[in-house]
């Protein structure tokens, strides 16, 4: 159910209980910082007026259009050499999937991709970025079962210079964010990027399950304080009316979400827009 669509059948025929509009506002994954502001401006209005269901809907879609950014943020292009971008993220959010579909966007600006299977500790993840890049008609580099996936994602970095490939993508392992060793490992990775290209990677994107809720607003602090993250890819917003803790993030870490997928097929993946994402969750 849309979260409008709930507010209306809970409010719409009796006065807006503060504790019940709260624990509706939670439930939409907004985040406590906006949930205060936006029942500060309510609360602030009903001192003049009579409130009703129409003055929340219009508070709740003015505090998320002004956190939101009105244009999405296009992809940090490296000058003269390979765009190197990193996904990363937790297990089962959909990073190999989705660094798929930003390979087939990619290639749909005409665009030379490159892949690089970091993802080392699962052969599965492996086989399954190898059988998308096939599909797209991409290279990948790829190593044994247990690779250093800092020093594959050199390799791969040099290759895709050589090539002069427009974008190198790497699919990194799923990880807990509350593994140390494992953030440290993602670390080494930048690291040993940075000895080729000081700016690499130019995008470290994390993955988020957009129907997790304050876990992946966990997760963003997280891997950002870790990473220095660069934006979001949101899975699973297939207009069902979730994904209020985009909007969390955003206002949190000032993290733009820059792709959202909504299917499992290669086209269901497009630049984040501000506009139909309020429309869909409203």
């Known amino acids: ?55 929340v809907i219009k508070a709740v879609r003015e505090e998320i259009a002004r956190i939101l950014p009105n244009d999405s943020t296009p992809i940090r292009r490296a000058n003269g050499k390979p765009t190197l971008i990193l996904i990363v993220g937790v297990n089962g959010t959909g990073k190999t999937t989705s660094t798929a579909k930003l390979a087939h966007y990619l290639q749909q600006d005409r665009h030379s991709v490159f892949l690089a299977a970091a993802d080392t500790f699962r052969a599965a993840a492996i086989e399954q970025l190898g059988i998308w890049a096939e599909r797209l008609g991409v290279e990948m580099i790829r190593g044994q079962y247990g690779t250093d996936p800092a ?21 990194t392992a799923g990880r807990q964010h509350t593994k140390t060793n494992l953030m440290s490992e993602l670390q080494k990775v930048k690291r040993t990027l940075a000895k080729l290209d000081p700016d690499a990677p130019h995008e470290t994107l994390l993955v988020i399950d957009a129907t997790t809720g304050g876990n992946a607003l966990t997760q963003a602090r997280e891997f950002h304080s870790a990473l220095t993250l660069t934006g979001l890819i949101a ?25 959202v997928g909504t299917g499992e097929q290669l086209d269901d993946f497009a630049p984040f827009n501000a506009r139909e994402f309020i429309a869909n969750m409203l």
Do not use: H, N
């Open 151 to 171: 020093a594959l994602c050199y390799e791969a970095y040099q290759a895709a210079t050589k090539r002069e490939t427009d974008f190198l993508i790497c699919d």
């Open 1 to 55: 159910m849309k979260f409008l669509q709930s507010l209306v059948q809970q409010f719409a025929a009796k006065p807006i209980d503060w504790e019940e509009l709260e624990e509706s506002l939670i439930r939409a994954d907004l985040g406590v910082p906006m949930i205060a502001r936006i029942i500060k401006t309510l609360q602030e209005r009903e001192a003049w007026s009579v409130l009703g269901i129409g003055d």
């Open 235 to 259: 899975t699973k917003l297939d207009g069902s009316g979730k994904g209020g803790i985009i909007v969390a993030i955003q206002d949190e870490l000032e993290l733009p979400t820059r792709f």
